[in-house]
């Protein structure tokens, strides 16, 4: 979007009622749809219906034609035009866009459901989330469809502008005097270019300067004026070709109060030239149509002033540029009160030289130098343009077929046949890979606007490529690659707290269909997700991807987040077969919900080499990171930490371990099992025969377990120590034996 239009409009007069009337009718069904497709997901009710009103609504504001406005920040305006009276819906309408740079929303008519879901889901995105994935702009461009057009503010271009336009001006003369067809400048110079051209007096100054650098050569003038055209109506062309109209009217008015008699001429016999020839159009062509009374009669006098006089190359311009004999007396007219208000209507002859004026000017023909036939062709040809406009002979059922055609459905239905056909055609390897690579970004692009039915039947033919044994498998491969690690993965994932039951079956199964690559994406995802729900989600997605994604969790072991390296840890402990190795980091790792984690791989592991793992690491951390080690084992409640207490009882020290240890007996005398009540026996057994202070906890302690226990081995146990064991252990034992017979 040009700078200019960021400036607040002049609005001298508020919008007519009826214009008002859809402005608000539009704004309250946007708000609705808006808030409907950021709380639900899109089989929900309230999706349809207020979906449904909205296409409704900007049905009703096309029914005329296009329906265009500009965005500000608190308002909205259609035709430079605000409303009588401030709406809550227009303000909220324009805070729905303007954060996202939308500063102009036209409506073309034939909205579709699918469409403004699509354009809403975009801007319930986060405004730097859009403006890093390329802006509003380029999403829509590459994703919506031609019934709703956005102009997106570029504020780089702005604030070019507010640092003055000499710099541009002098850019561009030079690109406008260099020899060649084509104007040499950048997107962004071309943007601005079109900017100034909006402003009357810079784009005068910049055809001064065009004459100022020709040097007085008429022509070179010329082939500059027609170069900077040309630029621009290429440039439009492709970007915003509605914005050509008004361009050629300016341009026009600046042609006629800024070239000299000889320029013009000049510039006239280039009119249907090559040199002239943007496209298919005749920006010569298009500038004369377009040059209106005044502006014609500016050029004359402007001319007339200049030489004090007229001249024949007046003439030839002015006859050229008006063929009819009596409007070119009505133009004089208007040029001559324009001479007569400057210095050279303050002189005595002044009448005698208007009269000579007049006399050349109207007298003027080309007739011996234009053959009658194509002197007729050339008066007829307007005519005969407007009356192809005017012909509707067709039947209406066949214009809506014609107009379906070009609907945003069917130009998404046709961009997707396109890509799926050459697909499935395409044999050379080289050109497939490139073909992949674009269905990559295209299915990016149908992420981000929640076609997620489009992108999945995308990724069902990339993975059919992948599992084959063709030459296409290998740039399959790293095509699934860079879709685990793109915007569909990530959009899916981020769907989940909306989604219903089976909307989440398929965003499953999505990720499972691309592989081990995306438990990346879904870690990533995870480390940042607030919502429980998605969380849940997300782990159960991660959980499904079994033995397979053991290879893929490894390689988040070292990631810089610590909440991925959680994430791997408790992938490591759900996948099983984690080596212990692996685990050491973890458990040595600066983040105690790293630690946390890692301690339950080590139990869900269930090797002794995992568990000789975690002992040794707990006897060479620091106190800092032994805490957090020491606290989750103390606080494990799962009966398959059995083992894991088993192994660590005999080896750890219990004065330096006091707590861990005592923890350690408890949770055994919870767990039960025979090898349970081996492990609690041999605690009292290994007692020493005047044992210290530290011993006198941890003996009651087992003695207890192996009564809570219960089982007849367990109670052998504890008359077995009654009778034999070390002293202090004799006496827990007997203890414990009185409470049973006493119960």
Not at 83 to 89: E, L, N, Q, Y
Not at 350 to 370: G, K
Not at 394 to 401: M, N, Q, S, V
Not at 726 to 735: D, Q
């Amino acid at each position: 979007m040009t700078p200019n239009s960021v400036a607040e409009a002049d609005t001298k007069d508020p919008l007519s009622p009826d214009l008002a009337a859809k402005l608000v009718d539009f704004a309250r069904a946007c708000k609705a749809a808006a808030r409907a497709v950021a709380l639900y997901p899109a089989a929900h009710p309230a999706i349809g219906t207020t979906l449904g009103r909205l296409v409704e609504a900007a049905n009703r504001a096309t029914l005329n034609g296009p329906f265009a406005m500009q965005i500000r920040p608190t308002g909205v305006l259609v035709g430079g035009a605000e409303m009588a009276r401030p709406d809550p819906a227009i303000r909220e309408l324009a805070e729905l866009l303007h954060p996202h740079l939308v500063g102009g929303l036209k409506l073309n008519g034939g909205t579709d459901v699918a469409t403004w879901r699509a354009l809403l889901l975009l801007l319930a995105r986060s405004a730097d989330e859009t403006r890093a994935d390329g802006g509003i702009g380029t999403l829509w461009s590459r994703s919506g469809g031609p019934s709703i057009e956005l102009k997106e503010i570029d504020y780089a271009e702005v604030l070019r502008e507010r640092a003055g336009a000499a710099a541009l001006i002098e850019n561009v003369v030079a690109a406008c005097m260099k020899s060649g067809a084509r104007l040499e400048l950048d997107d962004n110079a071309m943007r601005s270019l079109v900017a100034l051209a909006t402003d009357p007096v810079k784009l005068q100054a910049l055809v001064a300067k065009l004459e100022e650098a020709a040097g007085g050569d008429p022509k070179s003038h010329a082939a500059a004026m027609i170069r900077l055209v040309r630029g621009i109506a290429e440039f439009l062309s492709q970007a915003t070709p509605e914005e050509l109209e008004p361009v050629f009217r300016r341009m026009a008015t600046a042609a006629a109060s800024g070239l000299s008699a000889d320029a013009m001429l000049a510039l006239l016999q280039q009119r249907g030239t090559a040199d002239a020839m943007a496209g298919s159009i005749d920006v010569v062509g298009a500038m004369v149509d377009r040059m209106d009374d005044k502006a014609v009669a500016g050029f004359v006098a402007g001319a007339v002033i200049a030489e004090k006089g007229p001249t024949d190359r007046l003439a030839q311009a002015f006859e050229a540029l008006v063929p009819d004999v009596d409007r070119r007396r009505t133009l004089l007219s208007m040029a001559e009160q324009q001479v007569a208000a400057s210095p050279l209507g303050q002189e005595g002859n002044f009448d005698n030289l208007w009269s000579n004026v007049e006399n050349m000017l109207t007298s003027y023909s080309d007739a011996p130098f234009v053959p009658a036939d194509y002197a007729r062709e050339l008066s007829q040809s307007r005519g005969r343009a407007t009356d192809v406009e005017q012909t509707a002979d067709d039947p209406p059922e066949r214009l809506a077929g014609w107009i379906a055609t070009v609907s945003d459905a069917a130009i998404r239905g046709l961009d997707a046949q396109l890509l799926e056909d050459l697909l499935t055609i395409e044999q050379d390897p080289a050109r497939w890979r490139d073909i992949a690579e674009t269905v990559v970004a295209h299915i990016d692009d149908m992420a981000r606007v929640g076609q997620f039915e489009t992108a999945w039947q995308f990724v069902e033919q990339l993975s059919r490529e992948a599992a084959g044994v063709s030459q296409r498998r290998e740039p399959a491969l790293q095509a699934m690659g860079k879709l685990a690690r793109g915007n569909l993965v990530r959009q899916a994932l981020r769907d989940l707290r909306t989604a219903d039951d089976p909307a989440f079956a398929r965003t499953m199964r999505l990720c499972h269909t691309i592989g081990p690559p995306a438990i990346a994406t879904l870690a990533d995802v995870l480390s940042s997700e607030q919502d429980p729900k998605t969380r849940r989600r997300i782990r159960e997605i991660l959980v499904g991807y079994g033995a397979r994604g053991r290879e893929a969790a490894q390689q988040l072991l070292k990631a810089p987040n610590w909440e991925v390296r959680r994430t791997a840890a408790y992938l490591l402990s759900e996948f099983g077969g984690a080596e212990a190795a692996s685990l050491e980091p973890l458990l040595k790792d600066s983040e105690p919900r790293v630690q946390r984690e890692a301690v339950r791989a080590v139990m869900l592991n269930g090797s002794e080499a995992a568990f000789d793992t975690l002992v040794r690491t707990l006897r060479s951390v620091s106190a800092a990171q032994r805490e957090p080690l020491v606290s989750e084992l103390t606080a494990l409640r799962d009966e398959r930490a059995g083992p894991l207490f088993r192994y660590v009882l005999p080896r750890i020290d219990r004065t330096g371990f006091k707590a861990l240890y005592l923890a350690a007996i408890k949770r055994l005398g919870a767990i039960g099992g025979n090898d349970s009540v081996d492990a609690l026996a041999q605690v009292l057994l290994d007692g020493a025969w005047w044992p210290p202070f530290q011993d006198r906890r941890h003996q009651p302690a087992a003695a207890e377990a192996l009564r809570r226990i219960g089982t007849p081995n367990a109670l052998d146990a504890l008359r077995r120590v009654a009778s034999i064991g070390p002293r202090t252990a004799r006496k827990a034992a007997r203890a414990e034996l009185a409470r049973l017979e006493r119960t």
